[in-house]
């Protein structure tokens, strides 16, 4: 038994203990890593920030091991910059194949002449439909939107600035009892 409360610490420690008690000293090397992770790629199942977080994970395990001396070193990291470099041209890759969905013009149309229609009192059929257009013809994302105040527009020249973005994060107060709170920060473009 032994350990603390009488809890069997072999069975906590159970990969030292199985290395131990069968003699087992096999390593993984670093061409394992390399062809798990290469295999992963040419699979193609997986996003690539998922691979990206397999291989974090591989190489936080090993160091893990490493610090605790159970390995003498971490066969990630031999591998781990080429492997990161073949991760970023998948990144890149798959941006530049996105599927993006764009209207032909004769849809453009469509879709504003059904926003902008207007029932028999004189108000519009969709409610957000002007915002929609405005959306369509300016091309500013959702929270660029929320995040517009009436100084924004210089009415004289008919410029539109856009400086803020607005986004809904978790809340990390707790003495203001909402889950979730609106966050107004400078936008994607300036960054």
Not at 69 to 79: C, D, H, I, K, R
Not at 124 to 153: M, N, S
């Amino acid at each position: 038994m032994g350990g603390k409360h009488g809890i069997n610490t072999a069975f906590w420690d159970f990969p030292t203990a199985c290395r131990k008690r069968y003699h087992l000293e096999y390593q993984i090397t670093a061409r394992e890593i390399d062809e798990h992770v290469n295999g992963l790629i040419r699979e193609g199942k997986l996003s690539a920030s998922s691979i990206e977080k397999v291989l974090d994970v591989l190489n936080t395990a090993y160091n893990w091991a490493v610090s605790r001396e159970e390995l003498a070193s971490n066969p990630v990291l031999t591998v781990k910059n080429s492997l990161q470099k073949r991760i970023q041209k998948l990144k890149q890759k798959s941006a530049n194949e996105a599927d993006v969905i764009v209207l032909s013009p004769e849809e453009e149309q469509n879709f504003i002449r059904e926003a902008l229609i207007k029932d028999n009192t004189g108000r519009y059929k969709y409610a957000a439909g002007p915002v929609l257009v405005f959306l369509d013809q300016t091309a500013l994302r959702c929270g660029e939107l929320i995040a517009l105040k009436w100084k924004d527009i210089q009415w004289e020249s008919g410029l539109l600035t856009i400086e803020k973005s607005s986004s809904m994060v978790k809340n990390r107060r707790q003495d203001e009892g909402k889950k979730y709170v609106r966050d107004v920060g400078s936008t994607k473009r300036q960054e």
